[in-house]
């Protein structure tokens, strides 16, 4: 079981900037992918940024340019830099952890998903 706790979101006016943290813990033998996603009212969920287990990094159009995602697996964390936000970017943000489970010489790659929390731009 892994257990994602997002942080960091806020109110911000058009052009600031935020720092959004995906933390997790629990028991797992490695973790492969992180994602960010977006839930806006009214609206489809949407992937926002991804990193692969070495770094490759994809990013939504929207995303492009002005956000950033990394990773520290030594501190079991990740992170999203967002810079010159837009109202747009207002959303429920959420994190995806893709863990590596080894059991019972079976290995697993479940998602665990953290509760989000919720950024705003106001214009």
């Known amino acids: 079981q892994v257990h994602v706790v997002e942080s960091g979101g806020g109110l911000v006016q058009t052009g600031g900037s935020l720092r959004l943290s995906c933390a997790y813990s629990?028991?797992?033998?490695?973790?492969?992918?992180m994602a960010w996603y977006r839930q806006a009212p009214e609206k489809e969920r949407e992937l926002v940024a991804m990193?692969?287990?070495?770094?490759?990094?994809t990013y939504s159009d929207s995303a492009k340019g002005r956000f950033t995602i990394s990773r520290n697996n030594a501190d079991q964390v990740g992170f999203l830099q967002m810079n010159r936000l837009i109202p747009d970017d207002t959303g429920l943000y959420s994190c995806?952890?893709?863990?590596?489970?080894?059991?019972?010489?079976?290995?697993?790659?479940?998602?665990?998903w953290g509760q989000g929390t919720q950024v705003t731009v106001s214009s």
């Open positions: 995806t952890i893709e863990a590596v489970i080894v059991d019972l010489g079976r290995t697993s790659f479940p998602d665990y």
């Open positions: 629990g028991t797992f033998s490695g973790i492969g992918s």
């Open positions: 990193i692969s287990i070495d770094d490759r990094t």
